[in-house]
């Protein structure tokens, strides 16, 4: 149990600074196998059966939680009811992280629905882990469900767990590390700010993947070994692990609020564009945040009680008429859309040149470029979105300087370009490995020469391609890259990073395909990189119209 679950409730005085509510504390919620689980109740003083909005998470109810929770939605007129994850905080029965979510959940809508004091009407809540923990009962929850409204989340944390293939090192360490450390003494006050250099000072260690657990919090941790052992697995611990599928079936209205430096932003798009081809009218709302940047806080909370009011109260007053808000970094503002990616939006190649070049014409003649990548010596990520600590966009120029690190650039831009929606990468390259990665990244350089990472992202080539395809061993990749809305000022250049290493972001690639946890014997990749009229490389840009 996290040390402020034993805290008795806020005293009245307390209480009034946000409006007078009472507190039933730790409720038992039976579970089918016979587990209990612990909740509390939150309800606005003077209301009789208001609507519910249902809040279930592993990270604690009360203390420093409790305004993560929903607390403050409370006073608008919902009661809030905050159920602590099996083997959390005092329920019980053993925390398996993202494997009981399906089944804990439907069984506490069921317990939900047959209280006295349920209005008839429910909503689900909640940032990362809790907005899993929604997807994950809201396919089957029925007809109750009203609304839901999700923050830096996605129904599936598969793909994020093995970025474009590549095993994400430091978030699955620092989570797992998290977890663990949350029901020790101040856990959760001092883990987010050493859990993330553990994860780091051990991914350095050099040591297999399979022992950095140990490494970093002193005893094997299972969701860190569950992860890596199930990096290749096509089916098996997944697949009740993964709502992805059902996205398209949730009748209950959705807003989603993402982080343009989130680790899972790509995901969460993917199930706002899931919605929108079953159907329904889900509305997104992006902002210049990261996962753990506290700025997100207020406009979940504004865009929420909107929601809530017009999906549970019937009042629509405070919902924006185009469903779609973003922020364009760059340009320091919101733009409103009807959809996402905006309507209008072209996609332009901008292609790889010989000399470093980067521009709108095509390539000429020229012979590939070339790097070497020794992943005993990683190339490293200065910036790009990890779980915890900030992810600011940085100056990437210490990182060009690298003789693995291939940079890209445009000449300075006659007007602003706005970059609005998806971006990719079409890349032929050659390696002397069969199992490697290439990784792409887009940067904003200013005219002082400052170069900040604007988005990136990469692909593992597929292990099952022990002979590359293609005229002379030349592949052709397809590598997704974080969405992004962001202006590029006139006098800036683009730059585009093509890499094979953003270490400890993701694991190095060792080049032998032996297996991801034990591998220890590490080759260098000798890359090539074509950018000539038959293999015309380039960065796929969304312009806005």
Request: include cysteine; glycine fraction near 10%; proline fraction near 10%.
């Amino acid at each position: 149990m996290a040390p402020w679950d034993r805290l008795p409730a806020p005293p009245a005085r307390l209480r009034r600074g946000l409006a007078p509510y009472t507190v039933e504390r730790d409720i038992p919620v039976p579970m089918p196998d016979g587990v209990t689980l612990l909740a509390d109740r939150y309800v606005p003083a003077g209301a009789v059966r208001p609507p519910t909005i249902l809040v279930r998470t592993p990270y604690g109810r009360r203390g420093p939680a409790a305004l993560a929770n929903g607390l403050l939605l409370v006073p608008f007129g919902f009661q809030l009811v905050v159920q602590s994850a099996r083997g959390t905080s005092g329920s019980g029965g053993e925390f398996d992280p993202l494997g009981s979510e399906h089944a804990d959940g439907l069984a506490t809508v069921r317990w939900l629905k047959s209280r006295p004091w349920f209005h008839g009407a429910f909503a689900t809540y909640g940032a990362s882990y809790l907005g899993y923990s929604a997807w994950a009962l809201a396919a089957e929850a029925g007809p109750e469900l009203k609304a839901m409204s999700l923050q830096i989340t996605a129904s599936s944390f598969r793909d994020a767990a093995y970025v474009g293939g590549s095993f994400a090192l430091e978030s699955t360490l620092t989570w797992t590390d998290l977890t663990h450390r949350q029901t020790q003494r101040l856990g959760m006050l001092t883990a987010p700010l050493l859990s993330r250099r553990r994860a780091v000072r051990a991914a350095h260690s050099g040591r297999p993947l399979a022992e950095l657990d140990v490494l970093t919090g002193g005893k094997p941790m299972r969701f860190y070994q569950d992860v890596l052992a199930n990096h290749a697995a096509a089916d098996g611990y997944w697949d009740t692990r993964d709502f992805s599928g059902t996205v398209g079936s949730v009748e209950a209205p959705v807003h989603l609020l993402g982080g343009w430096y989130d680790v899972f932003l790509p995901w969460q798009i993917k199930d706002y564009l899931a919605l929108r081809a079953a159907g329904h009218a889900p509305y997104l709302t992006i902002g210049p945040w990261w996962h753990t940047d506290a700025r997100h806080g207020l406009p979940a909370l504004r865009e929420s009680l909107a929601w809530f009011r017009a999906h549970l109260l019937g009042d629509p007053s405070g919902l924006r008429a185009d469903p779609v808000r973003v922020y364009v970094t760059g340009a320091r503002e919101w733009r409103d859309f009807r959809d996402w990616p905006p309507p209008g939006a072209r996609q332009i190649r901008w292609h790889l040149h010989a000399g470093r070049g980067l521009g709108e014409d095509g390539p000429a003649p020229a012979p590939a470029s070339t790097y070497r990548f020794d992943p005993a010596r990683p190339t490293p990520a200065l910036g790009g979105p990890t779980l915890l600590g900030s992810s600011r966009p940085v100056d990437n120029r210490p990182l060009e300087r690298r003789p693995d690190v291939l940079v890209f650039s445009s000449p300075p831009l006659a007007d602003d370009l706005d970059v609005i929606g998806p971006v990719g990468a079409d890349l032929f390259v050659r390696s002397d490995r069969a199992h490697t990665d290439f990784i792409v990244r887009l940067c904003d350089v200013a005219p002082d020469g400052t170069s900040r990472n604007v988005c990136e992202g990469g692909l593992r080539l597929p292990a099952a391609a022990e002979k590359p395809v293609g005229t002379g061993g030349v592949r052709r990749i397809a590598v997704d890259l974080w969405p992004t809305a962001h202006r590029f000022a006139r006098g800036h250049r683009v730059r585009v990073h093509v890499t094979s290493g953003a270490h400890p972001k993701v694991a190095a690639n060792p080049g032998t395909g032996d297996p991801l946890a034990t591998a220890t014997r590490m080759v260098a990749a000798e890359q090539e990189v074509f950018h000539d009229p038959d293999h015309p490389s380039a960065i796929i840009l969304s312009v806005a119209g």
